[in-house]
Structure formats: structure tokens, C-alpha cells
């Protein structure tokens, strides 16, 4: 989905758009600059002046005119406090009001049953799973997929997997690293099935990058749960290969991954979650879950959810489950009503959500070396606040004195406690 944000007034109301295109994008959309292409559009209103609150009314009809299909979310001071008259304004669809703007992401993809399947399987979910920038860079290091999951069009649209040489991904790695690149991510549409082509593997590829490079930060992109040969999980005593890892399960009930053509059944997911668990500190795993596959009964769902509670996961990108033309799973009968898979989906918002804080309130008091990004904000002390992310993945924040400049160093903090969107970290 193509997603137009604007924003009025204040630089509270910029950064807050920046955080919500960091969350649309960690969701699988894009954003993008032009409002004529977008299926839907994001006002932060502002109500300051009474010139603010016409120029905010304007804005909405206007942009109603220009891209009447676009579905239209205004958040900001003018929808709070005018709450009822915005919501009568033509073409607005929700309002989010400010006190629930950190969940604006959240609750727009939900109310407005947003949150559909993305085009392709694994591959954009990197895009969108990590965020991108000058201290971190993906390399793809192959493409196409062997398997025939019911859901996904990639085999239709990827062909048979194709592995880059060793070399060639080490050649790469080497010369972003010249270029002040700290993290590389290493993706591919089905990475664990690296090199079946060439005779080598994925634990041979992650080997010869912490022995050839010296790359500080090596990350694996999203991964399905299997082929991943003995003592993968060994790797991960070398700090430079990060704890994190995201295994899409997809469903909880293995009649469903019946259904889905999966490779990995819960049981044989559990066992490989345990293992990761015990072999590495401070270890995240997070996954990708559909919602609403055809046919999902009541006690299939509850399965899957009781599943997915009883694992723990840092972090669950929800999908409700879209047909996709050319896919064995479109033609299965029992599609599920949109209704159902909205109340799924908001059920399953919910849990994620309170497994994500249990993960975050685990990590709090760790020391971690971070990796501090470009993004930061002036705040109204005159600090500025430096956002970043630890080995595993969390995304924190620290404040420093006007000038100090932290951006792609690596630097040593603790982590103290949660707010709204990243954990406080103290510098050491
Ligand atoms: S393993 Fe399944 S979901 Fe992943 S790319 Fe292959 S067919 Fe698609």
C-alpha cells in the first residue's frame, strides 16, 4: 500500500510523522511523496491559530478533491479538539485522536482492516522489517524459491532458487564497509535455502562473511524456519552475527500449515525456538502471522493463538490474508468474511503488543552496543535525542548535549526503562 503523509504546525507534529513512516514501513507499506498515487493518506492536523484550524480544513477537502479513492486519517491538535466536525469533513475516514497517536500506526491498519497480505513473501518484509540508512545496508544474497507455499506468489514470480558466488557477496560486504557501512543485512527470498544451487550452504556463506570481512554488524534477513543445517546456531558465539532472528511461522495450527504447504509444523518450530534460546544471550525472535486463512476454524484460531502466547515473540507482523491471483490458496474455498479476520487481527494487535513489552521490560537494565543512527531530534532543552538499535533489535533512544555527534558509531549504553516507541538508554 502507498501511503501520503502530510502534516501542519509545530516540529513535534514532523517527528511524529517520521516515526509513523518508520511504522507503516515496519508494517510492509510504502511511503510515497506524491498524494496522487496513494491508497491512503495521513494528516497531522494543528489547531495553534485560528488560521491553523482553516488551513487544516482546508488541507482535508483538498486533499479529498485531489485523491478522492485514498482512504483519509487525520490525527493533530485540529481532530482532537474539533473531534465530531473533523469526522463529518468529506473523504475523512478515522480520526485518531492525540492521546492514541503512538498507536496511530496500529489503529489505522486495524480499524480500516488495512493490514493485508504484502505482494511478494519474505523479500519486502526485509525492506520493511529493518529500517535502512547510512550505517546499515542490505545484500541480497539470492533469489527465487524451490517451495510451493499455498499463499505466496513468489515461486510464481521468482522462478528457481540462484545463489551469489561466496565471493561475490564478500566483494560486496567488503566495499560497503569502505564506504562507512557498519550493518549489513543479508536477505534473500528464501535465505535458508542458500547455495542449494552451488553446493553450499547458508552456515558455510555466514562463516566465510565473519571470516573474510570485518564487517562490526552482520544481521540475517527474515529466513524460513527450516533447512538450516546443524550447528547453525553456533555461529552466534561470534558477537558480529547478531541475536535476532525472524522466522515466519505464518500459523500456530498445523492444520492450517497443512493447508498453507509449510515445511515446519509447530512442533519442529518450537524445538528450533529452544535451541536458538538456549544458545543465545538476549536472543529476539519475531515472526510474521496470517490471519484469517481460508477456512481457519474457531478452534484452529484459538489453536494458533494459544500457540503463538505460549512461544513468545518480540515482535509479530500480522497479516490478514488477501487472495493473491496465480496462488493455489485463492482458489480454496471457505474464504473467511472480512469481519472475522478484522476481529483476528485486532485480537492478535493485542497479544503481540503485550509480548512486545514483556520482551522490552527483559531487556531493561542490559548493557548493549548500539548502533546510532541519523535519525535524531532537537528537543526542548536544547539536547538532542539520537535514536538506534541494539544487537537485538530494539530501538532506543538517548539524549545527548547539542553538537555531540553519535551518528554510525557503536557505543556501549544501558537500557533504562520504556516510552512511547524506542527504550531509554543511558551512555556509557
Ligand atoms: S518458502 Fe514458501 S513463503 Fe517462503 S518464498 Fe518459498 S513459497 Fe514463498
Given amino acids: 500500500m502507498q501511503i501520503h503523509l502530510k502534516t501542519l504546525g509545530c516540529r513535534l507534529n514532523e517527528a511524529e510523522l517520521e516515526t509513523w513512516a518508520q511504522d507503516f514501513q515496519a508494517a510492509g507499506h510504502s511511503i510515497s511523496r506524491e498524494l496522487d498515487n496513494a491508497n491512503l493518506v495521513v494528516l497531522n492536523s494543528c489547531a495553534v491559530t485560528e488560521d491553523a484550524v482553516r488551513k487544516s480544513k482546508q488541507l482535508i477537502r483538498r486533499i479529498h478533491r485531489d485523491n478522492p479513492q485514498a482512504k483519509l486519517v487525520v490525527s493533530g491538535c485540529y481532530a482532537t479538539l474539533n473531534e465530531t466536525e473533523a469526522a463529518q469533513l468529506l473523504g475523512v475516514d478515522l480520526i485518531i485522536n492525540n492521546k492514541d497517536k503512538n ?46 507455499c499455498t499463499f505466496c506468489i513468489v515461486t510464481v514470480a521468482r522462478g528457481e532458487e540462484q545463489s551469489r558466488p561466496v565471493s ?51 544481521r540475517l534477513g527474515s529466513l524460513e524456519p527450516w533447512e538450516l543445517s546443524d550447528g547453525f546456531f553456533e555461529l552466534f558465539k561470534n558477537p558480529r552475527l547478531l541475536p535476532h532472528l525472524h522466522l515466519p511461522l505464518q500459523s500456530g495450527s498445523d492444520a492450517v500449515l497443512r493447508r498453507m504447504a509449510r515445511r515446519c509444523k509447530t512442533e519442529e518450530f518450537s524445538q528450533l525456538v529452544m535451541q536458538a534460546r538456549a544458545a543465545i544471550p538476549n536472543f529476539n525472535l519475531t515472526t510474521d502471522i496470517i490471519v484469517g486463512f481460508p477456512g481457519e476454524t474457531e478452534q484452529e484460531w484459538q489453536e494458533s493463538y494459544d500457540f503463538i502466547r505460549k ?5 509479530i507482523h500480522i497479516f490478514s490474508y488477501s487472495p493473491r491471483e496465480g496462488t493455489k490458496a485463492a482458489e480454496l474455498s471457505q474464504q473467511i468474511s472480512q469481519e472475522l479476520k478484522k476481529q483476528r487481527s485486532r485480537q492478535l494487535h493485542e497479544l503481540a503488543e503485550s509480548m512486545k513489552q514483556n520482551f522490552i521490560a527483559e531487556n531493561i537494565g542490559n548493557t548493549a552496543e548500539i548502533l546510532w543512527e541519523g535519525h535524531s531530534e532537537m528537543l526542548n532543552n536544547g539536547n538532542t535525542r ?9 530501538r532506543v533512544a538517548c539524549e545527548v548535549a547539542q553538537g555531540t555527534a553519535l551518528e554510525n558509531r557503536i557505543l556501549s549504553g544501558r537500557l533504562l526503562r520504556a516510552q512511547l516507541g524506542f527504550i531509554q538508554v543511558d551512555l556509557e
Avoid at 526485509?126 to 545496508?137: C, D, H, K, M
Avoid at 543479508?186 to 535455502?193: C, F, K, M, P, R
Avoid at 539520537?386 to 530494539?394: A, K, Q, S
Fill in 103 to 148: 498507536r496511530l500506526v496500529e489503529k489505522t491498519l486495524s480499524e480500516l482492516n488495512l493490514d493485508s497480505m504484502p505482494a511478494l513473501s519474505t523479500e519486502p518484509g526485509e525492506v520493511s522489517l529493518f529500517s535502512r540508512g547510512r550505517q546499515r545496508a542490505f545484500v541480497k544474497v539470492q533469489d527465487g524459491c524451490r517451495y510451493r
Fill in 168 to 218: 561475490a557477496v564478500l566483494d560486496e560486504i567488503n566495499r560497503l564497509h569502505e564506504q562507512g557501512i557498519n550493518e549489513v543485512i543479508i536477505t534473500g527470498v528464501h535465505l535458508g535455502g542458500y547455495g542449494s544451487d552451488i553446493n553450499s550452504n547458508l552456515l558455510e556463506l555466514i562463516q566465510a562473511i565473519l571470516d573474510n570481512t570485518t564487517i562490526p554488524r552482520l
Fill in 311 to 315: 512461544l513468545g515473540f518480540g515482535h
Fill in 386 to 394: 539520537y535514536f538506534g538499535y541494539t544487537p537485538n533489535y530494539l
